[in-house]
């Protein structure tokens, strides 16, 4: 499943993207994030399923462009430490 | 008192056909959205009775009032009842539920049962969200991104603006189509800026029907560019009290160049029908349990 946790207002699109199908459940990205944005916990939006994945927390959903915003300055990005911190690659960041 | 333009009709209903004496399992599905509650019975997986109310500001009491009122005349009470699901925004408020999953899953399978297994993107415009989600032919989620944080094209946003232009929201669709030529959408798509936008408009002398296919307009090309996130695939549904506003529909269709499926059932009930159906699933499971136990 593509998970896209965010939002889009008036001043643009703000989603991260995990591939549920590729992630591993290791939260080697909730340990990399310095924001704690992330945990690794049942999908939710496949109740079925008993297979642990990583997700957005709730509470920074609607404030990424915030919780997010110290990883990337407007200069001289480095590699986003969750993105870099994924080894299957199940990380997006829209924007 | 001044007549209230925005409220749409409660209404409730049993199925014909169907008899919950001879069901096995009987499910309930609770959707406690922002501004309506559906709760809906199921038996065997059938949809059996169902009520849509508006949510009022306590959701426990609203979800017990949906449920009460599904329950009238069917002689069905709660005891019978083997499983309960809760969805949506109040999906934590419902006491008594067994469960609560996301609305997002809820949708896609209830899309999938109220439109047919062919459905492959579902957009919901409930009251105070939109949802872009992707399915496969079992209704399971594949891909989703979903809209709070704004009120542009939502079901409140458009009662806020048939109380601005003092038009039944039911007659907003069929006026919207009602011009001799498309005017540009509104600029702003943010509900608070459209509003005084249209004010603005009805002060250059625009008729009514001429705003409301501008504020029409505009809802639909927001909610396109959210569902190219995903992506749209065939077939199309559209779920939640603004698929029956005509107005936003055809103008969807339009942008995106696809016609959405039609139903037979109403479109607000999908996130309840899916809550019932995976309450369906879990005592199926737990029955299979037991027998090989």
Same mark, same amino acid.
């Given at each position: ?36 944005v992330?945990?690794?916990?049942e @999908? ?5 399923s $008993?297979? *642990? ?18 990883c990337?300055?407007?200069a ?6 969750c ?5 299957p ?7 | 008192?001044a ?8 209404y ?10 001879s ?7 609770v959707d406690? +959205? ?9 038996a ?12 009022? !500001?306590d ?9 009460d009122?599904?329950? $009238? ?9 083997r499983?309960t699901?809760?969805? +949506?925004?109040g999906?934590?408020n ?5 469960r609560?999953?996301? $609305? ?5 399978r209830?899309?999938h049962? &109220? ?13 105070q969200d939109?949802?872009a ?10 891909s989703?991104?979903m809209?709070?944080k704004?009120a ?12 601005l232009l003092?038009? *039944?929201?039911?007659e907003i669709?069929?006026? !919207?189509?009602d ?7 509104? !600029?702003?798509?943010?509900v ?16 009514k ?8 307009s ?6 396109v560019? &959210?569902?190219?996130?995903t992506?749209?695939?065939k @077939? ?9 506003n ?7 269709a339009?942008?995106?160049g696809i016609? *959405? &499926? ?8 999908a996130?309840?029908v899916?809550a ?8 199926k499971k ?8």
């Amino acid at each position: 499943m593509i998970a896209n946790y965010g939002y889009m207002d008036g001043s643009g699109e703000f989603f991260v993207r995990i591939d549920t199908g590729k992630c591993d459940g290791c939260a080697d990205c909730v340990a990399a994030c310095p924001a704690g944005v992330l945990q690794v916990a049942e @999908d939710e939006n496949d109740p079925l399923s $008993e297979q *642990p994945v990583a997700k957005v927390n709730e509470d920074h959903r609607r404030k990424l462009k915030y919780s997010c915003g110290p990883c990337k300055p407007v200069a001289g990005r480095p590699p986003l430490p969750c993105v870099a911190a994924c080894k299957p690659g199940a990380i997006e960041h829209s924007w | 008192m001044a007549e209230e333009f925005w409220r749409w009709t409660e209404y409730r209903k049993t199925m014909d056909g169907v008899d919950w004496k001879s069901a096995e399992a009987l499910t309930v599905g609770v959707d406690v +959205g922002s501004v309506s509650s559906q709760a809906v019975i199921m038996a065997d997986g059938k949809l059996y009775a169902y009520s849509s109310m508006r949510t009022g !500001s306590d959701s426990p009491q609203s979800a017990q009032k949906a449920m009460d009122w599904a329950l $009238e005349g069917t002689g069905l009470t709660m005891d019978k009842i083997r499983y309960t699901v809760g969805t +949506g925004y109040g999906r934590v408020n419902v006491p008594f539920s067994n469960r609560a999953i996301t $609305e997002i899953a809820c949708h896609a399978r209830g899309a999938h049962y &109220l439109y047919g297994p062919t459905v492959r993107t579902v957009l919901d415009m409930g009251g105070q969200d939109c949802k872009a989600i992707r399915c496969d032919e079992k209704g399971k989620v594949l891909s989703f991104l979903m809209n709070d944080k704004c009120a542009a094209g939502t079901g409140r946003g458009m009662e806020v603006f048939a109380d601005l232009l003092q038009v *039944p929201i039911a007659e907003i669709g069929e006026r !919207s189509l009602d011009v001799d030529e498309e005017p540009r959408p509104v !600029s702003s798509t943010c509900v608070v800026f459209a509003k005084s936008e249209a004010t603005g408009l009805l002060r250059e002398g625009w008729p009514k029907n001429k705003v409301i296919a501008a504020y029409c307009s505009a809802m639909a090309k927001r909610v396109v560019t &959210l569902l190219e996130r995903t992506g749209v695939q065939k @077939d199309f549904a559209i779920t939640g009290g603004i698929a029956k506003n005509s107005g936003v529909v055809t103008r969807l269709a339009k942008e995106l160049g696809i016609k *959405p &499926l039609d139903t037979g059932y109403d479109t607000q009930l999908a996130g309840a029908v899916g809550a019932a159906l995976f309450a369906q699933s879990i005592v199926k499971k737990s029955m299979s349990k037991a027998g090989a136990g």
